[in-house]
């Protein structure tokens, strides 16, 4: 196993890669076997590769701490559809996120839905809230 470096917009991060094992598809796994077969075009002259990536960095560090603690939580700072986004980028699967951030994730749409309602228009919420709406509709 061997330490990596992963610079995400100017924040590096070092892991062992040990941790993507359980994580083959995710695209942080094929940035490593990339610089393993040497198609990394960012080796320095001592030939450490660092792997760069144009993304946003809490949203980074949060699927680093899934791989490192199995736990998926959303970063406080980011929006909900933001870190769907990243997490889609990452192709780290939304259903993974815990339940304290999926109530959270929730609870924001409701505010949002409840800030933007149209004056005078009835409330109907003829939904089921269930386990599997939580993870598979949370950020839509
Ligand atoms: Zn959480």
Redesign the pocket.
């Known amino acids: 196993m061997v330490m990596r470096t992963i610079n995400v917009s100017g924040v590096k991060f070092e892991f062992n890669d040990k941790l993507l094992l359980n994580y083959p598809g995710q695209t942080l796994a094929k940035l490593c076997e990339d610089v393993q077969q040497g198609s990394n075009p960012n080796d320095d002259a001592a030939g450490c590769t660092e792997i760069v990536v144009e993304r946003p960095a809490e949203g980074f560090a949060a699927v680093l701490a899934f791989y490192q603690t199995g ?1 998926l ?2 970063p406080v700072s980011m929006c909900p559809r933001a870190f769907r986004r990243e997490l889609q980028f990452w192709n780290v699967n939304a259903a993974d ?5 999926a109530f ?1 994730s929730v609870f924001i749409k409701l505010l949002r839905i409840i800030l933007i309602w149209p004056k005078g228009r009835v409330w109907r919420l003829n939904t089921t809230l269930t386990t599997k709406s939580f993870h598979g509709g949370l950020f839509t």
């Open positions: 736990e939580h959303m996120l815990q339940q304290c951030c959270k």
